[in-house]
């Protein structure tokens, strides 16, 4: 089954039109296509029927690219870094809390190659995702964000408002300027703006987590065995990718 699919697939660079195994065995310049197979290989041992791992090479490989501004979002990491996460979650959501310190050590391990921007998308069964989402708005004005974010995982049962409020003392925050930001039309514009642009790629439930626009499927693959795995793949491409751009020849009559 594994040797019918990488003979039949499209090697996951569009400038190479062969099949997986063509590319791998003629050792073409795709650098993805040697994880592609392995990718295959695996889903194959874990028991993926053979729909299932072609999903899952097309949420990996394919062409589903999704473009979303970062705008004015929380965020840390260079803004020309060669691997963006997005990341919208819900304070309340359990596997929200799950998911972030995962996510977290990924960013670390990749210090300056990768950008981590978090959006807002509080859920409507969940009673206090929404004020702990202009909570933590209000400390991202204060430069306090990651900081909040970390406090309000920590105590996801403890969201009541004099919960957020205490939390906004432990971090130091200016007070009034804290509780005027949280209750300001622009903290419900951006969860609002957050929300949109989610909808628009395509949530299906939090935390919803593009790497370099593609959608990581919940349905397909696993946040502690898949994720790192997937951003470590996505800074080596790009560090090959930088590599090759590097030792091409200059064009004719440009500079040296």
Same mark, same amino acid.
């Not at 590319?23 to 299932?52: H, M, N, T, Y």
């Not at 009034?176 to 790629?201: L, T, V, W």
């Given at each position: ?141 204060? +430069?306090?964000?990651?900081?909040? *974010?970390?406090? /309000?995982?920590?105590? $996801?049962? !403890?969201? @009541?408002? #004099? ?64 994720? +790192?795995?997937?951003?470590?793949? *996505?800074?080596? /491409?790009?560090?090959? $990718?930088? !590599?090759? @751009?590097? #030792? ?9």
């Amino acid at each position: 089954m594994w040797w019918k699919l990488v003979s039949e697939l499209y090697a996951p660079c569009s400038e190479h039109a062969v099949s997986i195994a063509q590319c791998v065995r003629e050792s073409r310049a795709c650098g993805a296509c040697v994880p592609a197979a392995q990718l295959i290989a695996d889903r194959f041992k874990r028991g993926a029927s053979s729909s299932e791992v072609q999903a899952a090479y097309a949420a990996r490989f394919g062409p589903d690219v999704r473009q979303v501004d970062a705008g004015s979002s929380p965020s840390r990491g260079p803004e020309g870094a060669p691997v963006k996460v997005v990341v919208w979650s819900d304070f309340e959501c359990p596997s929200c809390r799950r998911a972030m310190p995962i996510i977290d050590r990924a960013f670390e391990r990749h210090n300056g190659e990768v950008r981590l921007i978090h959006k807002f998308y509080p859920l409507p069964a969940h009673l206090h995702a929404m004020p702990a989402a202009r909570a933590a708005f209000a400390a991202h004005a204060q +430069g306090k964000y990651w900081e909040m *974010e970390r406090l /309000l995982f920590e105590n $996801q049962q !403890a969201l @009541t408002d #004099a919960d957020l409020l205490g939390y906004a003392r432990k971090l130091g925050l200016d007070m009034k300027r804290f509780q005027a930001d949280m209750e300001s039309e622009a903290a419900m514009q951006a969860i609002a703006h957050d929300k949109e642009a989610a909808n628009k790629a395509g949530l299906r439930g939090t935390p919803h987590i593009l790497i370099n626009g593609r959608y990581f499927d919940y349905g397909l693959f696993n946040i502690e065995a898949d994720f +790192g795995r997937w951003v470590d793949l *996505e800074v080596k /491409l790009a560090g090959e $990718q930088r !590599a090759a @751009t590097s #030792a091409s020849p200059a064009a004719p009559g440009s500079a040296p």
